[in-house]
């Protein structure tokens, strides 16, 4: 009895960032074109990485001025 390997979104996230093993890719690129699960969860995967590398974290100004006051302080504490 042949063996299929069960493809989890494991698999196709290791395949979305190209670290996947050679069956599970082979795997993959063979299927993908009938699995619309498969396209699904890479699409919004796809989407989710695009919309991340648009977000920029910065602190707000209430916080920097909190840490450049606590900063301050123990400067003065410290002398």
């Known amino acids: 009895m042949l ?3 069960q493809i989890t979104e494991t698999d ?3 395949f979305y960032y190209q ?3 050679e069956v ?3 795997i993959i690129k063979e299927h993908l074109s009938n699995n619309l ?3 699904f969860f890479l699409n919004e995967l796809a ?3 695009n919309e991340s590398k648009s977000i920029h974290f ?3 100004n209430t916080t920097l001025s ?3 006051e606590e900063s301050r302080s123990q400067l003065e504490h410290s002398h």
Do not use: G, N, R
């Open 37 to 39: 699960d498969w396209q």
């Open 19 to 21: 670290e996947a093993d």
């Open 3 to 5: 063996m299929i390997k």
């Open 12 to 14: 196709l996230l290791l």
């Open 24 to 26: 599970t890719t082979s």
């Open 66 to 68: 909190i840490i450049l």
């Open 58 to 60: 910065s602190p707000s």
């Open 47 to 49: 989407s989710f990485s």
